[in-house]
């Protein structure tokens, strides 16, 4: 399980730094990229994003065992 965590990281920190390197280029126009989509890719990932937590509480409150009824 630690060697999964440790990939894991590594390929979020190698794509973080992929990723920064992108945007800078970007931001100074070394990337012939359409200027729109520093706003649509943003938003895209936003909803994306909520879309896969809703998904997420309702598979854990669809899936959660039932709690036994206390007797009182």
């Given amino acids: 399980m630690v060697r999964l965590t440790r990939i894991i990281g590594l390929l979020i920190t190698v794509g973080s730094i992929c990723f920064a390197a992108f945007y800078v280029l970007w ?17 895209l990932l936003v909803v994306l994003a909520l879309c896969f937590i809703a998904a997420w509480v309702g598979y854990v409150m669809s899936t959660a065992p039932t709690r036994p009824e206390s007797q009182a």
């Fill in 27 to 43: 931001f100074f126009g070394y990337l012939p990229i359409n200027p729109d989509l520093a706003i649509r890719i943003p938003v």
